[in-house]
């Protein structure tokens, strides 16, 4: 269900009516000498303020989202409820997602909502890993950017609630000239760094895959992005690249989790 065109055609059915009442019932009443609108008018005019404003800021500002799965853990848990930044990479025609005014890119390090590249209409969360021009490497668990490796610290036991088995908690940091975001990930010791593909993908002669890992070039207008739960995480490294055109926005902030009240905040 596509909700943001819903709401477009209730604002369009909204605002005709609410005009109508200005413009012809609304002065026919008045020389009637009748206060109340007709039952009909009140519900499709009266809403229109509030469906317009819900749809502007829905589209242009900030939209909630849900988190499903714990492709993201540690640092977004199942049934996190997150607040996305829609206006931090440009100003988009709802709908049909179109960029009209380029206000920025997503840096290495982002946790982004985007658009499914097999299945549009699925809205998936990763992390940026690799911009434009970028030479990713993933092998033996470990992250190499142009040549750079990642640092990595800790290697606690943690349990992943998902599949209830403990996994090795990490902290990944990028190099400084690479943005120097840091963040927690997860690798899980009884699964192997190679990647078994079960079909090919757009742009998957930029990517040469090995026993221990991949590597891959980002091509001109895409993205590399991958899950902090490595291991546990459908990602680039299986089906390609995010194109520019599939942004939704940047991920901030946590603003409810029904089953674990104290996670209300923001994340790197």
Known sequence: MNFALILLVLVIISGIAWVADKLHFAPQRRAAGIDRMPLWLEYSASFFPVICAVFVLRSFLVEPFKIPSGSMIP?????????????????????????IIDLGSPKRG?????????DESVDYIKRI??????????????????GQPLEYSGGDSYLDPENMRYAKRYTEKFPTDLGGVQHDILNDPDRTAGVYLTERYPGMEFCQYQNSGLTCKVPEGHYFAMGDNRDNSADSRYWGFVPDANLVGRAFFVWLNLGSLGRIGGFN
């Open 110 to 118: 982002d946790v982004v909502v985007f658009r499914y590249p097999r």
């Open 75 to 99: 640092t977004l848990q199942i049934g996190d409820f997150i607040l996305v930044n829609k206006f931090t990479y440009g100003i988009r025609l709802p709908v049909i997602n179109k960029k």
């Open 129 to 146: 890993v690799g911009v434009p021009g970028d030479v990713i490497e993933y092998y033996d668990k470990r992250l190499k950017i142009n």
